[in-house]
């Protein structure tokens, strides 16, 4: 697993330029990475978001009680981290009594969608697909921080020790086990953008066109769909393997819910389609492709996980490109 993600640090903070607008200024450039990293902890960035303001409320709190922190971003990632560990733990149960599958709300990372809000944006690490996030959910939450801290950001396991109140001999083996898990069951997936294009738009066009035999063609055999209607909206109950249900499936959908439109569009930093019906939002795909097929289709339908997509589609939604029949 690469690095890229690891959390740069500022230099050491001094009497003279950590007042308190100078933190503020601090915190807030590194907000997005401080969301990116609560958000592969979470896999939800509305909760990312609430753990990053929390550790900015204590990161407050601290410089007043007159607390020296040298390494303002240091702490703000262990803060996080801690935060984010503990909205994990307490998430757990709610995830397993989750009507249908449970997947991570959806991230936009195409150029297009940007939000001009450096508030409201959200910095990904290469590696946090939407297949891989749920991959990560099957690790235990101390396996997931070790996991995530250590082996996508970068920290040292001193410092994911902190995060997560064991030694770091202890968070070694965490992040050892949680590695061996990682490795046996992360999806293949493919890296040419120019590829990831051509598929997607194939995929899309094979929907709308009710053409099974394009679509077989694009499906790994062994692909698996997993859909998250949330018990709000219809969505199937178990994930569904093999090209052929998978088609079938896919094609039904048109066939019982009627006409809808889809939009190429970057989801967690791989290939992915917004899907409208009646103009409106009603679910978000990501698509992993691997050897030019498609391994994984992961739907996101519950529409309380697309409030920010939406939001972010209304910024920019002039610039979206429908593929059509």
Known sequence: M????????????????????????????????????????LGSVDEAEDVVQDAWLRLQAARSAGTEIRDVAGWLVVAVS????????????????????????????DAAT???DPADRVTLDESMSMAMLVVL???SPAERTAF?????????FAEVGEAVGRSPAACRQ??????????????????????????????ARACLGDDIGALLALL???????????????????????????ARLLLGVRHRFGPFEMVPAAVNGGPGLLRFRDGRLAGVIAL?????????????LNPDKLTRVRRLIGVAGSDTRKVRR
């Open 114 to 116: 940007a939000t001009p």
């Open 288 to 300: 992993t492709v691997a050897d030019g097929r498609i391994t994984a289709v992961d739907m996101v």
């Open 220 to 246: 790994d055999p062994d692909v698996v769909l997993r859909s998250d209607g949330g018990g709000v909206v219809t969505a199937g109950r178990r994930p569904i393997l093999g090209a052929a249900r998978v």
């Open 82 to 109: 801690r935060l984010a560990l503990d909205v994990l733990r307490s998430a757990r149960h709610r995830r397993e009594e989750y009507v249908g599958p449970w997947l991570p709300e959806p991230v936009l990372t």
């Open 2 to 41: 690469s690095q890229t993600g690891a959390v740069s640090r500022p230099l050491h903070v001094n009497d003279h330029d950590d007042d308190a607008s100078g933190l503020a200024a601090r915190f807030h450039a590194l907000r997005p990475r401080l969301v990116g990293v609560a958000y592969g902890l």
């Open 148 to 156: 995530v801290l250590h082996d996508v950001f970068g920290l040292t």
């Open 174 to 203: 965490l992040a050892t086990r949680a590695r061996a898990h990682v490795a046996a069951r992360a999806p293949r997936f493919d890296v040419d953008e120019t590829e990831h294009h051509r598929v997607v738009t194939a995929f």
């Open 137 to 139: 959910e099957t690790l």
